[in-house]
């Protein structure tokens, strides 16, 4: 029986993920939890549409409040780790010429990537209801 077969593809390109895409498919979505928690905000990100890099990075700021401020190098580098685990992939739609800048990459959720921001989303939500059975919310008690 043959074993795994391995090969190189290059992140750089815009086909780059066609490998991790196909893998990805057979992967159950638990299988790449828990996330880290900047992942999980690209995702959730990219879940509303497609988005360039530093469109991302500012609805990640907007959206934790300003807690969470990527710089470019951490974005690129999650980009690239999230590409290579299938979870999102490079996407040639863009806007309008005139809302645009061709030098701008656009990135959108892959099927997998989805299927994972849901579980994780779900696992998320355990944690939060399990800390309130421990009166860890907020000063809220609840009773189990």
Known sequence: ??????????????????????TSQKRHPESALPLKPVDYMVLLVLAAGDRHGYGIV??????SEG??????????RTIRR?????LLKETD???????????????????FGLRVA??????????VRFAETQSLAGGVENTP
Request: glycine share 6%.
């Open 58 to 63: 500012q609805d990640i700021e907007k959206r």
């Open 93 to 111: 739609r863009r806007p309008a010429p005139e809302s645009d800048d061709e030098r701008r990459r656009y990135y959108c959720l892959t099927p």
């Open 118 to 127: 849901e579980a994780e989303t779900v696992r998320l939500k355990h944690l």
């Open 67 to 76: 807690q969470i401020s990527l710089e470019p190098g951490n974005l690129y």
């Open 1 to 22: 029986m043959p074993g795994p077969h391995y090969s190189h593809f290059d992140y750089n390109r815009g086909d780059q993920n066609v490998e991790a895409l196909v």
């Open 82 to 86: 999230l590409m290579g685990q299938g």
